[in-house]
Structures are given as structure tokens and as C-alpha cells.
């Protein structure tokens, strides 16, 4: 409960022109600035010795912070939380699959409350899908020398160290697929602090033309794109959840005259397949539309295609296609499958030819988080781990997996002298590796040639697959079947 400054405590006093009022809940002082003259923040004036008779209600937009009654027309309007005029990317629902409701039951009941015989039908269904495909990837864990440095400060953590050799490795696998170059648009889906896209264009040093589009839905702190002055690439952040985003609606792509390459580090559960279809289906569908346009309009946009392709062609040294795709690669740490959702799940088709639907697929993504049931912390090392999560505030926090080590919330382990701990981990594999079959099949049929790689050691993270994706006119890796 907080007190007011008067209260006894040992911490001192408040910053000059800050507030004086004492939050007890976090040990510290309000960090508000105030008026001149006054000692309290308008928050917290109410519960000061300066109390005046004005009073204050909880703002209807957001309870979290309160505003004096006779001033509230005048805060509705310019709010932080007051819904704003969306952007003109903004497009509901594109990147959504189709809403099928009578594919999924209303109530499907936890994997703990299935008997004995509906358990043992589903892993049944697994192990059949499954058949054929090999569940031991390649290992493509890589580095980077624009990582050299810092890989090897001392003054790293485990964790920021964790997080560095995840971004050399991706960085390492996108220079390998020989789509770190001038003159692309790198789009980093998930973006959070923007680090990845930081170590893209450390990587470019002064290559010319290019350009970052950071998308993420939530507002994040410590970001590091803010902090790039290069003249040669442009970073701009987009705040918008990637169901709803169209990319043809950008100016710098809506002009049409850079490559694309969708990067990922990390991209939790369905967001991983609501980037693949804004890349896709909304973006690279857009040029397909054009060429079916009357002649009228493909004269007209002529120049523009040999431009594309003019790029296109200085951007790689080999292997130019005689048909351009505008989507040059795609990159993607995958994670969190049991946040994966059917309405957005692009391999639907796939699951369908196994004889498979909504809800088969519903238990398989809750069963996935069993690949790391085996590695649970014990409640006091959760318990040190969240401590040191605190007083590390500034340490990188995009990756989902808890630190490596899984908590899951299905009831799980409520399965007594069913399955052993070895056995739900094996079972967990296969439901990640079905699942992303799907993503695989799904590109194959739009064109590209995929393939699913370790690209970290498991120590480093327990979610260490990633998706690559090139046309197939360039040069791919081995697709995995």
C-alpha cells in the first residue's frame, strides 16, 4: 500500500523538481515531475498534505492512471490510450486465415482431462502424420565477425551472451543465403529492442540503399534503432500487429523497387504464419495481380518492373532470375508452438491430406510445449532466476522460451504412469515438427524452396529451428522432407 513522503523510510530524498510523494510498493519515490512550486504530481495531489477540493476519477480509457473530473473532455482527446486514426497499412484482417467456426468444437477440454484411450488415439494420429519425415535436422549453427566483438566482451551475462550467439547464427545463415546485400528492404517481424535488424546493418556497413522496417504491436523500451544515423539505410518502426499489415500500403514499398527479406528471431506461434502469409499472399501477391492487369496498365508500369529487376540483378552477384520475385528470402528463429492458432496456420491443407482438422491440431500445438517438459526449474531456482530477471532490466527479453526451460499450463504432468518424461519430450518434437511441415509444404506450393535448421545448440536455447525460404529461381538450401 502506498504512503505518503511523510511516511518513515530509509531511502532518502526525491530527484529536484520531481515528486515528493513515497510509492511504498516499489520502495521508492514517484518519478513524475511536477509544477513549479508544488511537491506533489497531479497523481498524487489528492493523497498530499496540498489536497485541493478538485477531484479525481479513474480515466474511462485506461483505469491505470486518474484525471481531475472537470478536466476530462479535454484529456479524452489527447490521452495515450484514446484510439488513434489508424495508418493507411493498416488493413484488418489480411494477414488472418479464413474463419471456418464449424471446423472447432465450442469446448474442447484440457489434454488432462482426456481419458487414457482418447490420449493414446491422438499420439496414434501423431506417430502416422509423422511417418516419413525426418525428425533429425541439419545443423547450420553459425557466426558472424560483425558479432566478433561483442561475443566477446567480458562484461556479458549468460543472458546477453545467450542472445548474441542466437543473432551471429541468424545473421551467419542470412549471409549464406547471400541475402545480406545492398539495395534490399529488410522487414524484421517481432522486432522488439530492433536487435537483430542493429547486427543486419552492422553487418551492410555502408551498403547503399536500405532500408528497415521494424514491426512490432506493443511499445517497447530500450530500443536501438533509434540510435542509427547511417546515410545509407533507413530504419522505421512500425507499431501494428502483423494480422493487420500490408506492406504494399509502405511508401518505400509501395514505390516497388527493393527486395524484400522477412527476418525473424523468435516469432511466437502464429505470428510466425501471419508473417509468411503479409510476406506472401498480401505482398508478393500484389505483383502477380499486376501483371493480370488490362495492357493499359502493365505499360504503365513497365519501367517500374525493369527497374526491380535492374536492382534485383546489382544486388546479387549470381544467380539473377529471369522472373523476379519481390520476396528475396525469408529468415525466422521459430518459437512458441503452442501459441499457434488453426484460424491463422497456413499449413491447414497439409494437416487436411493426413486426415487431420481443427482439433487434432489444437491438441498436437498444446502438446508441443512437452519438447521441453523434461527441463523444469525447481521453485527456488525460478525463484533466484526471476530475481536476477529483475535486476537486469536492461538485459534482452524477446526470446519466449522462460529462459529456456518451459512452464506448461495444460495440465500436463497430471498424467500419472502414462507417459514418462522421455516420452512426452519425443512427442513434443514430433507436434513441433508436424506443425512446421506444414509451413514447409505451404511455401514449397507458393514457390520457394524452404528448409527447417538447427541454428543454435540446445544449451543456448531449447527453441533452436529456423525457417529459411528462398524463390525457387535462386540458389536454396536442401528442403527438408
Known sequence: MATSASSPHATGFPAEGRCSYYVEKKKRFCRMVVA??????????????????????????????????????????????????????????????????????????????????????????????????????????????????????????????KHLKQQASILGNIEKLKLLGPRRCFVEFGAGKGKL?????????????????????????????????????VFERLQIDIQHLCLNKIPVLREGKLPVVGIGKHLCGMATDLALRCLIETYAASFEERNEEPLAKRVKNDKTEKEIYTLAKEGNEKNVPEKWNPVAGIVIALCCHHRCDWRHYVGKEYFRALGLGAVEFHYFQRMSSWATCGMRKTSLETSNSTTKRQDNQNDDSEEHDDGGYRITDDGADSLPGLLSVEEKKKIGHLCKLLIDQGRIQYLQQKGFSPALQYYTDPLVSLENVLLTALPNHSSSPETTT
Not at 225 to 230: F, L, N, S, T, Y
Request: hydrophobic residues 30%.
Open 197 to 233: 535488424s542493429h547486427w543486419v546493418d552492422i553487418a551492410l556497413k555502408d551498403a547503399e540503399k536500405v532500408h528497415f522496417i521494424l514491426v512490432e504491436k506493443v511499445t517497447t523500451r530500450f530500443k536501438v534503432d533509434g540510435k542509427h544515423r547511417k546515410k545509407n539505410s
Open 36 to 161: 513549479a512550486g508544488k511537491r506533489f504530481c497531479g497523481e498524487h495531489a489528492g493523497a498530499a498534505e496540498e489536497e485541493d477540493a478538485r477531484k479525481r476519477i479513474l480515466c474511462p480509457l485506461d483505469p491505470k492512471h486518474t484525471v481531475y473530473e472537470d478536466q476530462l473532455a479535454k484529456h479524452l482527446k489527447k490521452c495515450n490510450s484514446r484510439e488513434k486514426p489508424k495508418p493507411d497499412f493498416y488493413i484488418q484482417d489480411i494477414n488472418a486465415g479464413l474463419k471456418d467456426e464449424t471446423e472447432i468444437p465450442e469446448q474442447l477440454v484440457p489434454i488432462s482431462s482426456l481419458s487414457e484411450e482418447q490420449l493414446e488415439k491422438l499420439i496414434k494420429k501423431l506417430r502416422k502424420a509423422s511417418e516419413g519425415l525426418n525428425s533429425t535436422l541439419k545443423d547450420h549453427i553459425m557466426s558472424h565477425p560483425a558479432l566478433h566483438d561483442a561475443l566477446n566482451d567480458p562484461k556479458n551475462g549468460d543472458s546477453a551472451a
